[in-house]
């Protein structure tokens, strides 16, 4: 985050002190208004080319609509019959692509937001829940015979909208703050995870531990007040609440190799060596700014299944912008997409490949910038008008030679 602000902030400013430069020159008619004039024509010309390149809308030819949809079974079916779980987030209940697509092509669903946290809560105060959204997502679903994930249990990232803003004041003004944050998080893992007992069997129990800003744990409210024990605690309290629910870490990496992947790891060892019960590792997978390097991912995902864990892909998508250099980009999307699944299909200890939205109609970059200015995202399995893009029968083809 620090990282994409510098990068945005720098030249921004670079821009403002070479105008502000240009002005104040050519106000006093000093000689070095040549200069200052030369520095924004290239300023603009580069961002002119940027604006093209990243920002002006696009079209990319949908070749794929030509294609026959040729498999003999569904998504679900596939999956199902391999004890895989094909999934996709839901924002919202009543979007018509959630009866259209699930249960027929999705075995398993993940609440986009709804179990989070500050949107479980009435007006985000800590203790009065409102399970209405949440409740209407995770019925259909166990009606239909789905699997939930639920998400997620502690994430300290985004105060006021992961999680509520009191919890902040309160945490400052308590007299014991360790305390009282261990008898906070107590109290909603027990509460959620009790009202959701018997229709959601796996949890992503805490999210996004790392920092996206360097190699170490995020420095947020938990680790401040708990230290990395906030981790190991929340999966006893999520444990000692019902044994039989999976217990999973949910983390995003660009890269899998990056040093911050060596302390991932020590985490994991810290958090066996003391026998937390954690039962498996997530990947978000969300190809953001460039695609993942597949060799490294595999190896990632092997190395985690060495340890005993299980896996999953659980929030995966990747902007159709990343393949505009392809000949076909939505081919080439679905090439990539394929292949990334069929690294975890083929891993008996992978279970799951989420995908972080129903359809293209639903992905959260066309609302947050500067994704929601780069159209068109088109990130996920289906397309807005819920035809399916090829990555599906690749899917289903590797589905059926999971072993
Ligand atoms: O897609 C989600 C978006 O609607 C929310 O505003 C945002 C903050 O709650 O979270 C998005 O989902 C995130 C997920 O919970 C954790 N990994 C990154 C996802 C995309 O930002």
Redesign the pocket.
Known sequence: MIKYLIITTVPALFILASVIWLIVALVRRSRSRKVAGGLVVVEIAILVVLYFHWFAPKEFPRNYLNDAQQSSQTLAEAATAKGFYIGA?I?NPSMPSYANLVPKEYNSITP??AT?W??MLVDGKIGEYDFTQADAIVDYAVANGVRVRG??LV?GK?SG??YPKELDERIASAVDPAAELRQVMRDHITTVMTHFKGRIKVWDVV??PMSMDGPYLDKHIYLNTLGKDYIAEAFQIAHEIDPSVQLFI?E?FGNYTSEGVEVFFDLLKWLQEENVPIHGVGV?A?NIFKTHNLDEFRQFMNRVTELGLLFEVT?FDARIRLFDAAEDPYQAQADYITEYARICIENPNCIGFTF??LSDAG??FD??PPFSSMLPNDPLLFDINLHAKPARAGIIEALESRR
């Open positions: 987030a924002g986009e937001n989070k500050r949107q998400h997620t994430w985004f909208r992961t999210n996004e949910n995003q978000q969300h929030e972080w939205g992905t959260w609302y947050v």
